[in-house]
């Protein structure tokens, strides 16, 4: 069984929905969505994500996409409120206090510094990562386990049933199913697959917009299966189209390049 996860195109966050270049990059992507042989096809609730898997259902004739609240966004927030001063530095640059509740906002809990994680190496451990300092003014470890069990729910319908660090194969296939959703989200369900923290993913790998990550079974024993990774963040759709990647999916490659983000 394949799963491949499509990012959604360029964003604009404050309406949930694309710019125009993110228009272009998805009606590129759905221009070799046939190629990619997809059964079935879920997507995020997420204005950005719908809007980019429209493009590709319209081509395909389809209308049986699966909304899944799961594939929203990541959504789990650190809670500088609840949290000591040390580990407030690790969102130094963007903590806003707002002076209508006297508290500070929640933030998305995996946008952090690297001067923070880069000194905290329990957020990169399979385990220890729970149990930090960061992860306990957060709510994420409710969210990931919901996220987490929700998708292997799914695997379980197809026939794939998590058991520990691998999966027992009740019936195998070789069905092709398409996620659309995001960065962060994707990550997560990376870090599920391969058995290691998220923090890994999510702090160590960009996924442009529309870019294609590919997962495949592989069942090297009889009724075991793992699920082995045969690309990340690919944009061979964008480039046979004549169009650079969004830089939406990174910060600035020098501090210096003010005009990219940071």
């Given at each position: 069984m394949r799963?491949?996860?499509?990012?959604?195109?360029?964003?604009?966050?404050?309406?949930?929905?694309?710019?125009?270049?993110?228009?272009i990059e998805a009606e590129l992507l759905?221009?070799?969505?046939?190629?990619?042989?997809?059964?079935?096809?879920?997507?995020s609730p997420l204005g950005r994500a719908q809007a980019t898997a429209e493009y590709s259902l319209k081509v395909l004739g389809r209308d049986d996409a699966v909304v899944c609240?799961?594939?929203k966004e990541f959504p789990a927030l650190f809670d500088p409120n609840v949290a000591d001063e040390a580990t407030k530095k690790a969102y130094a640059t963007e903590l806003k206090y707002n002076?209508?509740?006297?508290?500070?906002?929640?933030?998305?809990?995996?946008?952090?510094?690297?001067?923070?994680y880069g000194s905290h190496p329990e957020l990169f451990d399979v385990n220890g990562w729970?149990?930090?300092?960061?992860?306990?003014?957060?709510?994420?470890c409710e969210v990931y386990d919901y996220v987490v069990s929700s998708?292997?729910?799914?695997?379980?319908?197809?026939?794939?049933?998590?058991?520990?660090?691998?999966?027992?194969?009740?019936?195998?296939?070789?069905?092709?199913?398409?996620?659309?959703?995001?960065?962060?989200?994707?990550?997560?369900?990376?870090?599920?697959?391969w058995n290691v923290s998220p923090f890994v993913p999510m702090q160590f790998l960009a996924m442009a917009p529309t870019s294609v990550t590919e997962v495949v079974t592989e069942e090297r024993e009889k009724g075991i299966a793992?699920?082995?990774?045969?690309?990340?963040?690919?944009?061979?759709h964008l480039t046979i189209g004549g169009e650079k990647p969004s830089f939406s999916a990174r910060f600035c490659e020098k501090f210096e390049n003010m005009d990219e983000r940071h």
């Open positions: 799963l491949i996860f499509y990012r959604h195109g360029d964003p604009d966050y404050a309406i949930d929905n694309l710019t125009e270049q993110g228009k759905a221009s070799q969505i046939k190629s990619f042989g997809l059964d079935d096809i879920y997507v609240d799961w594939l002076e209508e509740t006297n508290q500070y906002d929640k933030r998305i809990v995996w946008d952090m510094l690297p001067s923070y729970r149990d930090s300092e960061l992860v306990k003014a957060s709510n994420m998708f292997d729910k799914l695997l379980a319908d197809y026939g794939y049933e998590r058991n520990g660090n691998i999966y027992k194969v009740k019936e195998n296939n070789d069905k092709v199913l398409g996620f659309f959703c995001h960065f962060g989200i994707t990550s997560v369900l990376l870090s599920h697959l793992i699920f082995r990774t045969l690309r990340i963040g690919d944009t061979t």
